[in-house]
């Protein structure tokens, strides 16, 4: 998501960098661009509107122009904007967590179309909850208009391992949901998830059954779940849930893919209803806190290191890190080691998504994204070190020509790609031994910082 807008508004800021000094026109003429960036990426015209006058009103507020780094003034003032727009403050990141300030069972409503990933979401939220709070968790499902959405439900609380209503058929959502409160008190569940029908459009009947189940359960946060794919409709679908069911935040989901990213920043402008989370992915665990002044930093090209860092250290294992550096530093790194790194990359989800948090990475992104970069290759090369023995792995020099062949036929790879692998690795220890030999600023006269 915010690929294009990301890579226009640097465009636009890229010019002004280069000018140094700037006049009244060239600024007048970037906050352009800068409109032009915005619609293009599907923001509410009003939106739009709001971010520019803002900016405009700023920069000249601000005597920008006399200041020593005009064009940095500039993009600190988008970005404050930006922040602003998508719900942050001064002072105030805009992070909004769940909220399960409630005696329990914390009820917490999904509502929202079919297919905008209501009910994934609902077993992440539940995953979240379970590791990360340590809370107890029951997953409900009240869609009995799909005959399998009870079951998909049943299932993804297996996965998750959490707990999910006994299923009874026959029952009205408003039944369903009783008996969850229910059980949820009497066996001292911490939150209850109720994930109801999902609706292909908006539909009065349907939203008249949300309404009810509602004021029935007093859900301590209702969330809608939109997709961002779906751009302005996104923003569409949650005015009318906002006036008619009343929502306390938004999930947006399917950020991983080529959304424009202009339902984001309109959504709170529109709604009044702040994003809470983002779904990054189809996995279980891809689910980010939404934080404006991040998301704000990546639109800009300027990365977003924090969010990066907390990824690797709920994924990575710290022992096992500090024990590859050890042998990294010693030059024993070998092939079993870097299938364990492949392993622990791959747990951090899609290298597009990671490449996309690092700073000035937006433009060279694209282009990587053209040699298929994702993490099937990961898969495949983990896959050949598997077929691979442990002496091999350890001594790669013992590979020649009728192991490669072995080698290849047992992970399903061309003997090519196995060839491409051992080279990769064979210029990595040859990276790393001279990293030990030469020590810290021995590495950086290297080239390597
Ligand atoms: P529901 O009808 O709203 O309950 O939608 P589902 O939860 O069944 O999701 C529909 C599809 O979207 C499934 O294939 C999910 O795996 C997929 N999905 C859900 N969230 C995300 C996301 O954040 N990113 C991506 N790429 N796919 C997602």
């Known amino acids: 998501m915010f690929e294009a807008l990301s890579s226009k508004l640097n465009g636009v800021f890229d010019k002004l960098r280069r ?3 700037l006049t009244d026109a060239d600024v007048q003429e970037a906050l352009r661009e800068v409109r032009v960036a915005l619609l293009e990426a599907d923001v ?5 509107k709001d971010i520019t006058t803002k900016v405009r009103d700023r920069a000249v507020g601000q005597e920008v122009l006399r200041s020593v780094s005009p064009a940095q003034q500039v993009i600190k003032i988008v970005n404050d904007c930006l922040v602003e727009a998508l719900g942050g403050g001064e002072g105030d990141t805009g992070a909004r967590g769940l909220d399960l300030n409630a005696p329990s069972p914390v009820p917490i409503l999904m509502v ?8 994934t979401t609902s077993g992440k939220i539940a995953l979240r909850l379970k590791n990360r709070d340590k ?25 998750v391992g959490v707990a999910s209503l006994p299923i009874i058929a026959g029952q009205t959502p408003l039944q369903i949901a009783e008996r969850a ?18 609706r292909l459009a908006i539909d009065v009947v349907l ?36 006036d008619t069911v009343g929502v306390t935040g938004i999930v947006m989901t399917r950020i991983d893919g080529d959304a424009r990213g202009g339902a984001a920043l309109s959504m709170r402008a529109v709604t009044g209803a702040p994003i809470k989370l983002l779904g990054a992915g189809e996995k279980l665990d891809a689910l980010e806190d939404f934080h404006p002044d991040r998301i704000a930093s990546r639109i800009l090209g300027m990365g977003d290191i924090v969010s990066l860092v907390e990824r690797a250290a709920e994924t990575i294992d710290q022992a096992d890190a500090e024990k590859m550096a050890a042998r990294m530093q010693k030059g024993q790194f070998t092939l079993e080691d870097y299938a364990s790194q492949l392993k622990q990359i791959g747990k951090m989800g899609s290298l597009s998504g990671i490449l996309g948090m690092l700073p000035g990475v937006g433009k060279i ?3 990587l994204e053209g040699a298929n970069l994702d993490t099937t290759i990961l898969k495949r090369q983990a896959a050949i070190i598997g077929s691979m023995t442990v002496k091999e792995r350890r001594v790669p020099d013992l590979i020649k020509a009728s192991r490669k062949r072995r080698i290849a036929a047992g992970s399903g790879a061309t003997v090519q790609e196995v060839n491409r692998l051992l080279k990769q690795f064979d210029e990595m220890s040859a990276m790393m031994k001279r990293m030990s030999k030469l020590g810290q600023k021995g590495m950086m006269r290297g080239g390597l910082a």
């Open 112 to 119: 929202g179309l079919q297919g905008s990933g209501k009910t």
């Open 181 to 198: 409160m229910d059980l949820g008190r009497r066996e001292l569940f911490d939150v209850v998830i109720l994930d109801t029908a999902g």
């Open 207 to 242: 939203m008249a059954e949300v309404a009810a189940v509602k004021a029935a359960t007093h859900p301590h946060e209702t969330l809608l779940v939109v997709d961002a794919m779906t751009g302005q409709d996104a923003v569409n679908t949650a005015r009318a849930f906002q």
């Open 19 to 21: 000018r140094g000094a």
């Open 365 to 367: 992104k694209q282009q």
């Open 135 to 159: 809370k107890k968790v029951l997953l409900a499902s009240l869609d009995v208009h799909r005959p399998a959405a009870q079951l998909q439900l049943e299932t993804l609380a297996k996965q």
């Open 44 to 48: 509410a015209l009003p939106v739009v």
